[in-house]
């Protein structure tokens, strides 16, 4: 049923083969009972560019192919025929700079974007008839061989299995687990089930329902003391449904100095920050990007040789665009693993905290090293945070999400939402799939929602109640509150709810409410406009909106 391909490199010679069995490898391979495996056995010393399967499959007008994203901000959902994954825009590949800023959250350097008909996804993808809830399944069992992609073309009418193996060298007699794979059809439910706690084996989250406060999306870095003690007690007016405050980024002096608070935003030092918040009856969370140290930060001037170098250049190797421009310090250094023991022992024990968001966690994997590919890079570094914050919760943000399936306790499933509900003009110019966008954030808190109590924990970012410091009507900031709350169980707000009218309070607390909500449908019946159909507390409801603007009939819902 599928045609084999590999292409490797050999003393500096590249070279691809098509046959189980050549002169640099044996690929034993086997299908039967719904499962798909594949194993390579060197018989020469070699690296890896690429390997896959491709098989014949015939696509229709009806047909949507379910595509899962890089990592927790890129657009996932189901795609047909006149669809396409946009990628970078051209005109960031002026020069290497702007290529390397566009790119840098994504996999625009090594997958495909742009084609009409052809869409890729990670960890698992599937098939689904338009109307109907029936799905069939492919997944990988686990990432830490590398990213398994999931590939359809619509146009060629070809479906194809890939592993991101790159940089993966093999000596001869070594043995490789390419691929371990399910298939599943069946009804949309009993797949996810069967897939997630069946072939993958993840347990039920230690946490199903966190609802409270995250700092971030009303005051950025510029959070203090007497912000975070006014926001936390404005939290009173709906303590009966919050069990969680969390202080995000702008704490800290710099990004990567994780153990130098800013004394003067500051005073009394963030474990009297954490007590505050237990007075409340909550947990504490703090957000950290564990990897990442920016330009100007202390860390980086005092150890360079913790970062990670690109490939081809030897210049350290850009993580993340933001904050003036940031680094990402390597795992398999032995000295940054000891900094960071000691940085999640401080927020941890020392200072009392209970959970930590842990960001920006792409970086560490954006190029293959040291004879390991993207996703063994990937799992190596979600096994190290694990291992380090031990018992306490971890809520993971830009992250591929197949390495830390089962593993992290939560985590982001979309992108950030935007304080403007109209996409802004560099959303509108497809610069990236990971930007800040209200409508990409809809997208995946719907069409990932079934991560949510399998997985992890679901967080599909925030919602918006305040008047001021937003661009959102009332419409949309309801609609943003319901989608949210019904696709997954990680709920935030950043605003003040001490300013909040007894309206705005009441439909805080019901969007924080632990409800029993199950998705029957959710699909686009137009180019913009989402038909969600639910049951919440047994009771059947129908959301139907336009995904650009926000309008909908989202008053009768509630």
Same mark, same amino acid.
């Given at each position: 049923?599928?045609?084999?391909?590999?292409?490797?490199?050999?003393?500096?010679?590249?070279? @691809?083969?098509?046959?189980?069995?050549?002169?640099?490898?044996?690929?034993?391979?086997?299908?039967?009972?719904?499962?798909?495996?594949?194993?390579?056995?060197?018989?020469?010393?070699?690296?890896?560019?690429?390997?896959?399967?491709?098989?014949?499959?015939?696509? @229709?007008?009806?047909?949507?192919?379910?595509?899962?994203? %890089?990592?927790?901000?890129?657009?996932?959902?189901?795609?047909?025929?006149?669809? %396409?994954?946009?990628?970078?825009?051209?005109?960031?590949?002026?020069?290497?700079?702007?290529?390397?800023?566009?790119?840098?959250?994504?996999?625009?350097?090594?997958?495909?974007?742009?084609?009409?008909?052809?869409?890729?996804?990670?960890?698992?993808?599937?098939?689904?008839?338009?109307?109907?809830?029936?799905?069939?399944?492919?997944?990988?069992?686990?990432?830490?061989?590398?990213?398994?992609?999931?590939?359809?073309? !619509?146009?060629?009418?070809?479906?194809?299995?890939?592993?991101?193996?790159?940089?993966?060298?093999?000596?001869?007699?070594?043995?490789?687990?390419?691929?371990?794979?399910?298939?599943?059809?069946?009804?949309?439910?009993?797949? !996810?089930?069967?897939?997630?706690?069946?072939?993958?084996?993840?347990?039920?989250?230690?946490?199903?329902?966190?609802?409270?406060?995250?700092?971030?999306?009303?005051?950025?870095?510029?959070?203090?003391?007497?912000?975070?003690?006014?926001?936390?007690?404005? !939290?009173?007016?709906?303590?009966?449904?919050?069990?969680?405050?969390?202080?995000?980024?702008?704490?800290?002096?710099?990004?990567?100095?994780?153990?130098?608070?800013?004394?003067?935003?500051?005073?009394? @030092?963030?474990?009297?920050?954490?007590?505050?918040?237990?007075?409340?009856?909550?947990?504490?969370?703090?957000?950290?990007?564990?990897?990442?140290?920016?330009?100007?930060?202390?860390?980086?001037?005092?150890?360079?040789?913790?970062?990670?170098?690109?490939?081809?250049?030897?210049?350290?190797?850009?993580?993340?665009?933001?904050?003036?421009?940031? %680094?990402?310090?390597?795992?398999?250094?032995?000295?940054?693993?000891?900094?960071?023991?000691?940085?999640? /022992?401080?927020?941890?024990?020392?200072?009392?905290? /209970?959970?930590?968001?842990?960001?920006?966690?792409?970086?560490?994997?954006?190029?293959?090293?040291?004879?390991?590919?993207?996703?063994?890079?990937?799992?190596?570094?979600?096994?190290?945070?694990?291992?380090?914050?031990?018992? =306490?919760?971890?809520? @993971?943000?830009?992250?591929?999400?197949?390495?830390?399936?089962?593993?992290?306790?939560?985590?982001?499933?979309?992108?950030?939402?935007? =304080?403007?509900?109209?996409?802004?003009?560099?959303?509108?110019?497809?610069?990236?799939?990971?930007?800040?966008?209200?409508?990409?954030?809809?997208?995946?808190?719907?069409?990932?929602?079934?991560? /949510?109590?399998?997985?992890?924990?679901?967080?599909?970012?925030?919602?918006?109640?305040?008047?001021?410091?937003?661009?959102?009507?009332?419409?949309?900031?309801?609609?943003?509150?319901?989608?949210?709350?019904?696709?997954?169980?990680?709920?935030?707000?950043?605003?003040?709810?001490?300013?909040?009218?007894?309206?705005?309070?009441? %439909?805080?607390?019901?969007?924080?409410?632990?409800?029993?909500?199950?998705?029957?449908?959710?699909?686009?019946?137009?180019?913009?406009? !989402?038909?969600?159909?639910?049951?919440?507390?047994?009771?059947?409801?129908?959301?139907?909106?336009?995904? =650009?603007?926000?309008?909908?009939?989202?008053?009768?819902?509630?």
């Amino acid at each position: 049923m599928y045609k084999f391909y590999a292409e490797i490199s050999k003393e500096g010679a590249i070279s @691809g083969h098509s046959t189980f069995e050549n002169e640099d490898f044996v690929f034993d391979f086997s299908e039967s009972d719904g499962k798909i495996k594949g194993t390579v056995t060197a018989l020469t010393d070699f690296t890896f560019r690429s390997i896959s399967l491709t098989a014949e499959r015939e696509y @229709g007008f009806d047909d949507l192919f379910y595509a899962n994203g %890089y990592q927790s901000w890129t657009t996932s959902r189901e795609f047909c025929q006149s669809d %396409y994954l946009h990628g970078i825009i051209k005109f960031s590949k002026i020069s290497k700079f702007t290529e390397d800023l566009a790119s840098v959250t994504g996999d625009y350097k090594f997958a495909s974007y742009g084609e009409t008909g052809v869409f890729h996804s990670y960890t698992y993808c599937y098939f689904r008839k338009r109307g109907q809830r029936g799905i069939t399944l492919y997944g990988s069992k686990s990432e830490r061989k590398g990213f398994t992609v999931f590939e359809a073309d !619509m146009n060629k009418n070809t479906f194809k299995i890939y592993k991101d193996i790159e940089g993966v060298s093999l000596k001869s007699g070594e043995t490789y687990e390419v691929f371990d794979i399910i298939e599943l059809t069946g009804d949309f439910d009993s797949v !996810m089930d069967g897939y997630f706690f069946g072939f993958v084996g993840c347990k039920k989250p230690r946490e199903r329902h966190l609802a409270g406060y995250t700092s971030w999306y009303n005051y950025f870095q510029k959070i203090n003391e007497q912000i975070i003690l006014r926001d936390l007690n404005g !939290m009173d007016r709906a303590s009966e449904e919050v069990n969680i405050f969390q202080i995000d980024d702008g704490y800290e002096s710099a990004v990567g100095d994780w153990l130098r608070v800013d004394a003067e935003k500051f005073p009394n @030092g963030m474990k009297y920050i954490a007590d505050k918040i237990h007075e409340k009856g909550y947990k504490a969370g703090i957000w950290l990007a564990p990897f990442n140290a920016q330009r100007s930060s202390a860390i980086l001037a005092a150890h360079p040789d913790w970062v990670i170098r690109d490939n081809e250049t030897g210049k350290p190797l850009l993580g993340c665009p933001g904050w003036g421009g940031a %680094y990402t310090f390597d795992i398999y250094n032995e000295e940054f693993k000891a900094y960071l023991k000691t940085v999640f /022992d401080t927020y941890l024990n020392s200072w009392g905290y /209970d959970m930590v968001k842990l960001d920006f966690l792409y970086s560490q994997c954006m190029q293959p090293r040291n004879g390991k590919s993207r996703g063994e890079i990937m799992c190596d570094a979600v096994d190290l945070l694990r291992e380090l914050v031990g018992d =306490k919760l971890i809520l @993971g943000c830009g992250v591929p999400l197949g390495a830390c399936i089962g593993i992290f306790d939560a985590c982001r499933i979309g992108c950030d939402a935007n =304080k403007n509900f109209v996409e802004p003009f560099y959303n509108k110019l497809g610069l990236n799939c990971e930007l800040p966008s209200c409508q990409n954030a809809i997208n995946n808190a719907i069409f990932r929602s079934h991560l /949510d109590g399998r997985a992890f924990t679901s967080d599909p970012d925030v919602f918006f109640l305040r008047n001021t410091n937003i661009k959102f009507n009332l419409q949309q900031k309801l609609l943003l509150g319901k989608i949210n709350a019904v696709c997954g169980n990680v709920l935030f707000v950043s605003d003040n709810a001490g300013d909040y009218d007894e309206q705005t309070v009441a %439909y805080l607390k019901d969007f924080f409410k632990d409800k029993d909500y199950k998705i029957k449908m959710a699909e686009y019946v137009s180019r913009d406009v !989402m038909l969600l159909e639910f049951s919440e507390d047994g009771v059947e409801k129908q959301l139907k909106f336009n995904v =650009k603007n926000g309008n909908s009939n989202i008053g009768k819902v509630l």
